[in-house]
Antibody, heavy 119, light 110 residues
Framework: QVQLQESGPGLVKPSDTLSLTCAVS?????????WGWIRQPPGKGLEWIGN???????YYNPSLKSRVTLSVDTSKNQFSLNLSSVTAVDTAVYFC????????????WGQGALVTVSS | QSAPTQPASVSGSPGQSITISCTGT?????????VSWYQQHPGKAPKLMIY???DRPSGVSNRFSGSKSGNTASLTISGLQAEDEADYYC??????????FGGGTKLTVL
């Protein structure tokens, strides 16, 4: 069974970099097509952040592209999100998810990690 | 990229049917048969309910169905049940090889 688990600081200061990691279990990160990050501000809708292939190829949401970096560590079977220069509007639950090989939807999701941006 | 438009809320009584629309553009919803729908209960991760416009993952009730006409996709839930009360989001692949989510619809079962 594919499982994803987000981890990282729950509180980040304004102007700092938000860093989260998604650990994948029950499935090799090399076997899937893309791995993605999606966020949800409190009480609001879902926003796609970006996808990364195990080889490192990335696609980003144009509105966040200048601040987002995705990376993958195949030796640890995990991938990561860095979001720089954060402000209060970046406060959200951040989900990691799998986009299966050749598929165009996210079939497995992590439980989500709340990150609050505050001094 | 702009989010596809969904109604903020819909409601229905148990046993009734409801439809949630998702209106995008030719660059996303209208241009690809890669529309998916997610159900989200409070405090939970989204759950895939429909993919590729009309297909249901294994384990999802056949009360859930999807369709598309032009730039608008739709999710229909028949035989409404109390457990269907949740937020629903459409999502589409786009011409820029990115993904976009609709604004979300809150379904209330009366």
């Amino acid at each position: 069974q594919v499982q994803l688990q987000e981890s990282g600081p729950g509180l980040v200061k304004p102007s700092d970099t938000l860093s989260l990691t998604c650990a994948v279990s029950g499935y090799s990160i090399r076997s899937s097509d893309y791995w993605g990050w999606i966020r949800q501000p409190p009480g609001k809708g879902l926003e796609w952040i970006g996808n990364i292939y195990f080889s490192g190829t990335t696609y980003y949401n144009p509105s966040l592209k200048s601040r987002v970096t995705l990376s993958v560590d195949t030796s640890k079977n995990q991938f990561s999100l860095n979001l720089s220069s954060v402000t209060a509007v970046d406060t959200a639950v951040y989900f990691c998810a799998r986009k299966g090989p050749g598929l165009f939807y996210f079939d497995y999701w992590g439980q989500g990690a709340l990150v609050t941006v505050s001094s | 990229q702009s989010a596809p438009t969904q109604p903020a809320s819909v409601s229905g009584s148990p046993g009734q049917s409801i439809t949630i629309s998702c209106t995008g553009t030719i660059n996303d919803v209208g241009g690809y048969n890669f529309v998916s729908w997610y159900q989200q209960h409070p405090g939970k991760a989204p759950k895939l309910m429909i993919y590729d416009v009309t297909d249901r993952p294994s384990g999802v009730s056949n009360r859930f169905s999807g369709s598309k006409s032009g730039n608008t996709a739709s999710l229909t839930i028949s035989g409404l049940q109390a457990e269907d009360e949740a937020d629903y989001y459409c999502s589409s692949y786009t011409i820029r090889s990115t993904w976009v989510f609709g604004g979300g619809t809150k379904l209330t079962v009366l």
